[in-house]
């Protein structure tokens, strides 16, 4: 079985072909692993066809590919929003496609997710949409405040505290929504097309917050198809085609 994996230490993709380098690989800290995953949807729609994939952790690793590839659906499948037709989804050491209810939050705790299109509230300040999440999980008011100030600075908001969206530029508006994917300090953070509406100058922002949070340890896996951008920097990259993964050539 052919298994994509990426590898720190040459931060190259890299493609292994032997249980064996497999079973080396496994030993290494893997924080993602995929095996054998496909995905139909109820349509019948193929968005995943015989994904393997590895990811150590404090990797920071680009899925690329055109609109349509499957780019979405595989960083679904690794925070449970979507569930696997076939295969395994290892994350954090949990079978994803198997928790359910109170499991299921507790696994989303420790992932951050950044979306393209923010998802923020906008009858909420940037602090109120930071501390969302962590109000929900029952945190006090000083634990909150104690978390909201770093991830505020860390993304350079903290004067920006009680704006409302409607007031902040696109780039500003996907900080917050960083700060709030990082808020309560996630092993791996995951962004899905993270620079898809914005600026050469704010998407570069925004990479560089990435980097800053892998420097930390977190595991960063970031979806685009800014070819630019992935160039720029030097990051191991995988690619989708026609939903399945290729190594980036
Ligand atoms: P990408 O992120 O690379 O644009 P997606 O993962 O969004 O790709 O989509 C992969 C394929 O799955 C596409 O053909 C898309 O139309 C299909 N798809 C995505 N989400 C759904 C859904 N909820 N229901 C049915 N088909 C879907």
């Not at 989303?108 to 501390?131: C, H, M, P, W």
């Not at 198809?225 to 920097?233: G, P």
């Amino acid at each position: 079985m052919v298994v994509l994996t990426t590898q720190k230490a040459t931060d190259k993709s890299v493609l292994t072909q032997n249980s064996e380098t497999k079973q080396h690989n496994r030993s290494v800290a893997v924080i993602v692993q995929l095996d054998s995953v496909s995905k139909t949807y109820a349509n019948g729609c193929h968005a995943l066809v015989n994904i393997n994939l590895e990811v150590q952790k404090g990797e920071f690793l680009f899925i690329t590919g055109p609109s349509g590839s499957g780019k979405s659906t595989l960083l679904k499948l690794l925070y449970g929003d979507e569930s696997p037709t076939q295969g395994d989804v290892i994350v954090n050491e949990c079978n994803v496609a198997a928790l359910r209810g109170d499991r299921l939050s507790f696994f989303r705790r420790r992932i951050g997710v950044v979306f393209q299109d923010y998802k923020l509230i906008s009858r909420r300040t940037v602090a109120e949409n930071v501390s969302v999440v962590l109000k929900a999980q029952g945190y006090t008011r000083q634990e909150i405040q104690r978390r909201l100030e770093p991830s505020l600075k860390l993304v350079g908001l903290l004067s920006k505290a009680e704006c409302f969206p409607e007031y902040l530029s696109g780039g500003e508006q996907q900080r917050v929504g960083i700060a709030r994917a990082i808020v309560g300090t996630p092993p791996i953070l995951l962004a899905d097309e993270p620079t898809g509406n914005l600026d050469p100058d704010n998407s570069w922002q925004v990479i560089q917050i990435f980097q800053k949070l892998n420097s930390f340890g977190v595991t960063v896996i970031v979806t685009t198809h800014d070819e630019q951008l992935v160039r720029r920097c030097n990051h191991p990259v995988v690619q989708m085609r026609e939903w399945r993964l290729e190594r980036k050539s």
